[in-house]
């Protein structure tokens, strides 16, 4: 598995319009689900919920879920719908996911997450990885943190993803979270010391590629979560930098020509085009005409109701607003 630089799995963000969206600029990086809870696949609507299309390999399927054999189900779904990856959530601290006892509440238990890990370890044959935090609460940092990894390593990950901040599962909003709780890179950075043979990936507050290759130093892997959400054209040197691959990065024109047969494609099978579109406002960040490009998308795309080709225009036509002599690759 060559997963260098990954892009988190963000609730209401992630979905696979974005997915599609950011293949568009790195070909190589990881790309991640949201977060589908085991009842969800169980009971729900499958088919919108873990569709993907093929161009977003490698792709990885989060879950959420703490029930051993549901976990094994789902995991199972996942490999028979061609995810490369099956990922646990051990690190989202909003109270409703506390109360369906899944996510960084978890990290209380590590046996429970171990046994979840065994039982997806024994129904599929791709990775199972997990993704989780320092600690929580009042717990011991370093403590919990090898304890917690050494629970699941024994249980057949391999691979670990860790947001280096403690979650505090009361008195801060998940938002908090992510910001509050002081960031230790450096007991990441132990725990790849002291467990070589593990795969570690680090997360939380990495805004650059040069933050990333700095981190590079002392982990195999790095995530990025929101930095590469807001301003997606950071990744456009991910695939030269990380991967050695010759290939030239498109400006953000031709990503955009490029993302235009998936848009029709999407509105012809009834999406909205606002579904779509939210995800690429980011795209020209910098350049002169970037705020009519958002302008011009968030007062046309919502209730959008014509033909796909009518869509693809529209896309083109706030596209126009940002001059293409000052679109140079990887800029």
Known sequence: MNKVISVAPMMDWTDRHERSFLRLISRHAWLYTEMVTTGAIQHGDRARLLAFDETEHPVALQLGGSEPAALAECARIGVDLGYDEINLNVGCPSDRVQSGRFGACLMAEPDLVARGVEFMRAAVDIPVTVKHRIAIDDQPE?????????????????????????????????????????????????????????????????????????????????????????NPYMLAKVDQLFYAAETTPLTRHQIIDAY??????????????????RHILGLFNGLPGARAFRRYLSENAPGFASSAGEAAGLVATAANFVSQDGDTVAA
């Open 142 to 230: 370093w403590k919990t943190l090898v304890g917690f990894v050494d629970a699941v390593a024994e249980a057949g990950c391999e691979d670990v993803i860790v947001h280096a901040r403690k979650a505090w599962l009361k008195g801060l909003s998940p938002r908090e979270n992510r910001e509050v709780p002081p960031l230790h890179y450096d007991l990441v950075y132990r725990l790849k010391a002291e467990r070589p043979d593990l795969h570690v990936t680090i997360n939380g507050g990495i805004d650059t590629l040069e933050q990333a290759s700095e981190h590079l130093a002392h982990v195999d892997g790095v995530m990025l979560g929101r930095a590469a959400y807001q």
């Open 260 to 277: 235009l047969p998936y848009i029709e494609q999407e509105i012809s099978a009834g999406t909205p085009l606002i579904a779509i579109t």
